[in-house]
């Protein structure tokens, strides 16, 4: 079975589709683009065909079935544990976890099997630990080697601003068109997780700063980022970005990153008096789970605040 052209970023591994692993190998390869033709990301896409080819190789080393059909809960367990034992992270033997579970279920919905193995199975917990955010003396570091002079400086000025005042991620900052930018209406035009499209605030300053870049560059490429060659930035090109300033500007504590900016701007954006709600339309989240982190992040450093002022030990005269 062809798969014809398929999403960018899938090329490393589209070339073995046709040895697919023994788990169900057509039902892998009608999944794959069941899932192409919904628009899910390519991320996704390649999530699920890795954890269905490791989960496969277990099978194979353990000489365990691996018809779709005869998979049961045990077999999933017993997989779970091998995770365990390799010594993966937490998060890694959850998103193994969600993969499998999404591909067992749409079998369910696709009919080659009646029941997920699934059903009474636990996802493995992720320990929800606080994540550094930037301070203001962070933010200031980074910017300072940004003065708006030359087109790589206001371009890496912008990009900055453009992080950390709108929490979008990296696909979806290199994904921006010059069209996607509507001075006018004080917004960019984001394509998020799905293919769903959102409108986010710009703030003044960073219209000032995309000005100043744009003001360096000709009309083409439509890519909003360029390279010094003035070619489309890549994911990988604006990661490297982000390091190569969190190592000049000798930031330290805290990961110069997308992520790192998106978390900064949620935990910001909660702290000046922003919704929940709000935030999640404007971070693009499909449910507010994800959210809750935020509120823990501002709950935390609000009771600190409060614990530092109120000082119960020098009430009690201890000293």
Known sequence: MVLGNLPAGLADWAANLDSAPALEEDHLKVFLLAYRVEEKSPRTLQWVWEAVTDFD???KGQQLPRESKAIKSLHIRLYLAHLQERGLAPSTRNNRYRALHLFFKWLVGEGPIEKTPFANISPPRVPRTL??????????????????????????????????????????????????????????RVIGKGAKERKVYLSKVILKALLRYMAFRKPEPEALWLSEERRPLTKRGIQQILRKL???????????SAHTFRHTFAVNFLRAGGTLRHLQEVLGHANMDALEFYLRMVDNEDAMEAHKHLDPLAKMGVS
Do not use: M, N, W, Y
Request: overall charge positive; hydrophobic content about 45%; glycine content about 8%.
């Open 57 to 59: 190789r277990f099978l």
């Open 131 to 188: 994540v550094p955010i930037f301070t203001r003396e962070h933010i200031d570091s980074l910017l300072a080697l940004c003065p708006p002079t030359t087109f790589l400086v206001t371009r890496d000025r912008a990009l900055v601003f453009i992080l950390l005042g709108t929490g979008i991620r990296l696909e979806e900052a290199t994904r921006l068109r010059l069209g996607d930018v509507d001075l006018a209406h004080e917004c960019v």
């Open 246 to 256: 969190g190592r000049r500007s000798g930031v330290t504590g805290v990961r110069v």
